[in-house]
Nanobody
């Protein structure tokens, strides 16, 4: 069982930055893949980035490459999403999610989800 709690969302102007956090708990968190997804109003939930907690492998959706960085703090069991050069199209509810097994972009393959945190980027 894995529990996830996101924080750090807010309102920011285009070009600004935010850092989201995802506090994870569970005895075997180091064996999980943790992903960030986002969902804009009226749109499907989409993949943003993911990390293999144990090995550190990362993947990014093309539109965020070079702007977003996923990282983890093993001592704090916390995952971070540093978001720079934000654009209005980055607006949405951001969720962290966990799955056992291989890193993947499909949200339906993630078993555990946080409650989400709202990110709003104004133009």
């Amino acid at each position: 069982q894995v529990q996830l709690v996101e924080s750090g969302g807010g309102l920011v102007q285009a070009g600004g930055s935010l850092r989201l956090s995802c506090a994870a708990s569970g005895r075997t968190i180091s064996t999980y893949v943790i992903g960030w997804f986002r969902q804009a109003p009226g749109k499907v939930r989409e993949f943003v980035t993911a990390i293999n907690w144990g090995g550190g492998k990362t993947i990014y959706e093309d539109s965020v490459k070079g702007r977003f960085t996923i990282s983890r703090d093993n001592a704090k069991n916390t995952l971070y999403l540093q978001m720079n050069s934000l654009k209005p199209e980055d607006t949405g509810v951001y969720y962290c999610a966990a799955r056992a097994g291989l890193i993947h972009t499909n949200p339906t393959l993630y078993a555990y989800w946080g409650q989400g945190t709202q990110v709003t980027v104004s133009s």
